[in-house]
C-alpha cells in the first residue's frame, strides 16, 4: 500500500475542445480534475482560450504531453521547455506527464515510437528526463507506453521501464490499458508486470479503451469504451498500490459527455470499493 501524495485526487478527464460548450453552463460534478495536452492549448486565444482559463481558474488541471520526445535522437527543444514552463505558472498545473517513446526524428513523425529496451538507452533516456526536471525545476513523470515491435530489444519491458524511472529519479504516469494491450500483443501476465513496477513512483493512472484487430494484436487508440478485462486490471492496480487519482482518456470516436461521465462513475464506484476494503483491512488488520 502506497503513501504517496498525489498531485490531485479522484477521477479525472481529458479536456477536448469539442467538450467546451457543453461545459459551457455546468461542468460535470463527478469529474475531479482535467487534463490537457499543453501542445493544443499554449497558442489558443478566443474562446477556447478563454474557457480555458476560465476551467483552470475553477479546477485542478494536469498536463501529458504529445511531443517533448523525450527517447528521441535531437536535442530537447529548451525553448519549448521554457514555454511549458510558462503555461503551467500561468494556469497553475498540478503536474506533467510525458510519454516514455519518442515521435521526432529531423521532423514530427505523428507517431509514438519504442524506445529500443537496451542499458544504452535507458542512460540516455534518463539524462533527458533528468535535463527536463531541471529545466522545469520540478519533477515529471513518464508513461508506459504501447508498442508493436521492439527493435534492439536486450531487456524485458518492465526492467528497462524500472531502470528509466530509477537512474532518472522520475515518477510513473501508470496506464493500465497500455499494459493490457502490451500482455495481449506480446504475451505477458499483465499482472506479474503491473506486481513489479515501484510504487513510491505512481502519481496517477490512465485507462483507456483500444481496438481488437485480431485476437493477439489489439491497437491502442483511445477511440472506444473501456472493455472489463482493463476494468479488472485497474481494480488490480488498485489493489496493489492503494487508491490512485485515475484519467480516463477518450482522443477519439468521442460520445456525448454524459457517456464519457458513465466510464467515470465506474472509475469512481471501483475507488469507494478499494478506500472501503483498504479503511477495513488498516481497522481490522
Known sequence: ????????????????????????????????????????????????????????????????????????????????????????????????????????????????????????????????????????????????????AAPGKQMEEIDFLNAVLQEADCDLLLDVNNIYVNSINHRYDAEAFLRKLPPERVRYIHVAGHYQEAEDLIVDTHGADVIDPVWRLLEKAYQHFGVIPTLLERDFNLPPLAELLQEVDVIHSLQSKWSLQSSDYLQHG
Open 1 to 148: 500500500m502506497s503513501g504517496n501524495v498525489y498531485p490531485v485526487h479522484g477521477v479525472g478527464l481529458g479536456l477536448r475542445r469539442s467538450m467546451t460548450d457543453s461545459l459551457a453552463d455546468q461542468t460535470p460534478h463527478q469529474v475531479d480534475f482535467w487534463e490537457v495536452a499543453p501542445e493544443n492549448w499554449i497558442s489558443v486565444g478566443g474562446r477556447y482560450g478563454k474557457k480555458l482559463r476560465e476551467l483552470t481558474e475553477k479546477f485542478p488541471f494536469i498536463c501529458h504531453g504529445l511531443s517533448l520526445s523525450i527517447g528521441g535522437p535531437l536535442s530537447l527543444d529548451e525553448a519549448f521547455l521554457q514555454r511549458l514552463k510558462r503555461f503551467f505558472k500561468e494556469h497553475c498545473i498540478r503536474y506533467y506527464s510525458e510519454h516514455l517513446s519518442y515521435c521526432s526524428d529531423d521532423g514530427h513523425l505523428y507517431d509514438l515510437m519504442p524506445i529500443p529496451f537496451t542499458e544504452e538507452a535507458v542512460h540516455y533516456v534518463a539524462g533527458r528526463i533528468r535535463y527536463v526536471q531541471n529545466i522545469l525545476e520540478q519533477r515529471i513523470a513518464v508513461e508506459n507506453v504501447s508498442y508493436y
